[in-house]
Each structure stands twice: as C-alpha cells, then as structure tokens.
Antibody, heavy 120, light 108 residues
Framework: QVQLVESGGGVVQPGGSLRLSCAASGFSFNIYGMHWVRQAPGKGLEWVAFVRYDGSHKYYADSVKGRFTISRDNFKNTLHVQMNSLRPEDTAVYYC?????????????WGQGTLVTVSS | EVVLTQSPGTLALSPGERATLSCRASQRISSTYFAWYQQKPGQAPSLLIYGASSRATGIPDRFSGSGSGTDFTLTISRLEPEDFGVYYCQQYGRSPLTFGGGTKVEIK
C-alpha cells in the first residue's frame, strides 16, 4: 500500500532553515509528480510546491518562491523541501502528497505531516 | 489566483440526513479540474472526488460531486457517523493550485 512518511519538522527561529523529507513506498515513485501542501494551526490547506516525476519542472506558491526548494531522489524514493529564511507565517503542518499522475495537480495520497514551528 | 469560497462554514446534521456542500470559484474552472477532500481531526486529508464528479478509489456512492463553471457541489446522500469532519474543495485548472476554506460537517 502507498505510504508517505514525513520527517524533519521542529522549532526554528525566524530567518532560520529547515529541510523536510518524505519517504515514499508502495508505488513507483519515479513516475509520479509530488507535492508539498501545508496547513497552519486551525486553518485550511495551502499548496506549497510541486516537482515533476523526473525533477525536470518545479513550481512554487508565491508565498515561498525564492525561499523554498523542492527536490527528489528517485533512487532513494525520497522527496525533500529545503526551507530557508523562515518566517512565523510558515508555521504549519507540512504534508507530502502524491500527484494522481505525473502532472494532474490533485492529490490521491497524503502523508501524516510534520509540524514546523517558526518562533523566537 | 482563483479564490474558492465554501459554504456553509459549518453544517450541523444528524446521521441519515443529506448534506449539500457548496464551493464557488472567483473564475470559471473546467469541471475536469475540480476536487473534493475530507479531513478528520488529527488526520491528513483524503481524496473523495476529482474531475468534479468522479469518485476516488474506495469512496462509497453516497458521495457525489457535480457542477461546472463557477459553482460546484458535494452531496452526501445519507450521512454516516464516519462522514463527520471538514471538507475542502480544490481547483487545479489554473495556477496556483488553490483550496477553499473548508466546510465543517458536525453532528447535530
């Protein structure tokens, strides 16, 4: 069965950096696009970033463009997001989500999420 | 950016009742590019409907989606106890991908 397991969350000061990872199993990771979606405490969902199956195309929400970098390792079946210049408004649970196809842009499987808290 | 407005914010219903959830888009969206998700407390969202009306794998037929243009609807024909939670709509026809603010379906 499909499993997505995020790690790397924690508490970081404003201006700091954090790298999240998502370990994927139970499907052919190298043929699907992958996303990061976040949810601030008590709030709704916000799409953050997408990477195509082969890493050739990457797209970002305006709120994180220039600060976050999505990447993937198809040999290790792992998705990453490097988050720099973190702000208090980046505080959220970050979900790794599988694209329905390569670039269908909706999400058929989600991880359980990892909490990132940006606070001094 | 396409803004999705969900209504009502909260829906208080009893098991067995029919639930009708609405999502209005600020711009026309092809029905091909519209999805609904369910989120239960402390859990990740799960896909219910895509392409406005296609049920995801394993989703029971009491869930149905409809709509086109700017108005989309999720209907739960007879609420079961496990259906209570928050429901989000999502459009994927225009960049950036956006979600609605959610409708909470709670037990009356």
């Amino acid at each position: 069965q499909v499993q997505l397991v995020e790690s790397g969350g924690g508490v970081v000061q404003p201006g700091g950096s954090l790298r999240l990872s998502c370990a994927a199993s139970g499907f052919s990771f190298n043929i699907y696009g992958m996303h990061w979606v976040r949810q601030a405490p008590g709030k709704g969902l916000e799409w953050v970033a997408f990477v195509r199956y082969d890493g050739s195309h990457k797209y970002y929400a305006d709120s994180v463009k220039g600060r976050f970098t999505i990447s993937r390792d198809n040999f290790k079946n792992t998705l990453h997001v490097q988050m720099n210049s973190l702000r208090p408004e980046d505080t959220a649970v970050y979900y790794c989500a599988k694209d329905y196809g390569d670039s269908r842009y909706f999400f058929d499987y989600w991880g359980q999420g990892t909490l990132v808290t940006v606070s001094s | 950016e396409v803004v999705l407005t969900q209504s009502p914010g909260t829906l208080a219903l009893s098991p067995g009742e029919r639930a009708t959830l609405s999502c209005r888009a600020s711009q026309r969206i092809s029905s091909t590019y519209f999805a609904w998700y369910q989120q239960k407390p402390g859990q990740a969202p799960s896909l219910l409907i895509y392409g406005a009306s296609s049920r995801a794998t394993g989703i029971p037929d009491r869930f149905s989606g409809s709509g086109s243009g700017t108005d989309f609807t999720l209907t739960i024909s007879r609420l079961e106890p496990e259906d209570f939670g928050v429901y989000y709509c999502q459009q994927y026809g225009r960049s950036p991908l956006t979600f609605g603010g959610g409708t909470k379906v709670e037990i009356k």
